[in-house]
């Protein structure tokens, strides 16, 4: 590090804050991203009576997002490390907006299985895109709380307009309420592609941000690289133990959030017996403490960056506490009090937002040149647990008639997710691999 960039990153009030604006956009994003793909939930009411669906064929529907998210994420990848981060979320944020849209034109089963597949293909690259945004404007020490930013709206985004959504679909329908939302989505698209800039095209950051930025490990605009796709690619990154083990623990977290967002309010109103009232009061308690543990691991790991200058325990180890939290969802099976279950829970939702740190050490390990391929062999593992979670506790809960072993097997996915941290991960830092 030259003087001139020494000089400026030791100066704060020299620099521009420009990544923070950025960083305002992909927390937008997020909210905007889990509203279009949760918003399903909220009609599916007044939609399975108007379209004539019954609740099993509503759960095929619910999975479809993921099969084409999960499928479409290293097509994502490569397009993104192809064309950029800005034209790949400008079209990836218009076309799942649309899709969202569409839902409220659906007339049946094909037609909205159809839209779905649709929303998830075109949701694929959100997270790759906030990754390498990311890893692209933030110094490494700024990345872990970077990433808590804009992951918290995925909790809060359900938790603060789940009230103002309820209204609208009252007032106006089920189909409106697709409408609108969508609506909305394309709006921000047009302020994404306004004010989105890589750093060297960006015209509000200052030389002594730039220089702060590539003092912390920030990247060059790798934009400009435009990779090639080859699939010996694909083979020598899942061969790195860093981003196979990273995804195995994503998964493992994953599978605790698809909990939460699919058969949580089922499991209050049927295991636990509480009112639908009740349960709209106690539900938005665990997604709170959720949006907590993203912002507190962030912090934390951060804070220990500085002061153990280690990526090792700042990015491992509130990971590794947040999978011990979520596997302490087993609780819940040996308490009967409302009061005690929701604490549990919520304590478990609490690590699991901590997992969502699990974006920054990806971040901190892919190859500079294949940054969004990995970024979607990342998120391709992880949202197997969107698959994968709802059918298993429909299956468990089909062959016992309870939610027991349903968080038996949430439980012992954190533990999964656990062990491949402390064995598999290994070190923490960038990886390097031959160019083809």
């Not at 200058?309 to 302490?328: D, F, Q, T, W, Y």
Request: a positive charge; aromatic letters at 14%; hydrophobic letters at 55%.
């Amino acid at each position: 590090m030259n003087h001139t960039t020494a000089t400026y990153a030791g100066n704060p009030a020299a620099r521009t804050r420009t990544r923070f604006t950025m960083l305002a956009l992909l927390a937008v994003g997020t909210i905007i991203n889990y509203m279009d793909r949760t918003v399903l939930g909220i009609a599916a009411p007044l939609m399975t009576q108007d379209l004539q669906i019954n609740a099993a064929l509503m759960g095929l529907v619910f999975s479809a997002f993921s099969w084409t998210y999960a499928l479409a994420q290293i097509p994502g990848g490569i397009f993104l490390d192809r064309f950029g981060s800005k034209l790949t979320y400008f079209l990836a944020l218009t076309f799942w907006s649309i899709f969202t849209g569409l839902q409220g034109a659906a007339v049946g089963l094909k037609s909205l299985l159809l839209v779905r597949f649709g929303l998830g293909v075109s949701e694929a690259p959100c997270f790759p895109v906030n990754s390498r945004v990311v890893a692209t404007w933030f110094p490494q020490h700024e990345r872990a709380r970077a990433t808590g930013i804009y992951t918290v709206g995925e909790y809060l985004g359900l938790a603060c307009f789940a009230p103002s959504l309820f209204w609208l679909m009252h007032n106006f329908g089920w189909r409106a309420l697709f409408v609108v939302v969508g609506a909305v989505g394309v709006l921000f698209a047009l302020v994404w592609w306004r004010v989105y800039r890589e750093p060297k095209d960006s015209t509000t950051v200052n030389q002594a941000e730039l220089d702060y930025i590539a003092a912390g490990g920030g990247l060059e605009d790798v934009k400009a690289e435009k990779t090639k796709f080859a699939w010996g690619d694909v083979m020598k990154l899942v061969r790195i133990r860093q981003i196979w083990g990273a995804s195995l623990g994503q998964f493992a977290g994953n599978t605790t959030l698809v909990f939460f967002l699919t058969w949580f309010p089922t499991y209050l109103a049927t295991e636990r017996q509480m009112g639908w009232l009740k349960v709209g009061f106690f539900a938005v308690l665990p997604f709170l403490a959720a949006a907590v543990g993203v912002m507190f691991g962030g912090w934390i790991s951060d804070w220990l960056l500085k002061r153990t200058g280690s990526a090792n325990v700042a990015r491992k180890l509130p990971i590794i506490c947040g999978l011990i939290g979520s596997a302490s969802i087993i609780g819940a099976n040996y308490v009967d009090s409302d009061v005690a279950v929701i604490a549990i829970l919520s304590f478990a939702f609490f690590g699991q937002g901590m997992v969502g740190l699990g974006w920054t050490l990806i971040s901190d390990v892919a190859p500079k040149q294949l940054m969004g391929l990995t970024g979607g062999i990342f998120n391709t593992c992880s949202n197997l647990a969107g698959i994968v979670t709802p059918l298993v506790i429909g299956f468990i809960i089909s062959a016992t008639g309870s939610f027991f072993y349903a968080l038996v097997y949430v439980c012992a996915a954190a533990v999964a997710g656990l062990l491949a941290y402390v064995f598999v991960v290994g070190d923490v830092r960038r990886v390097q691999i031959e160019e083809n």
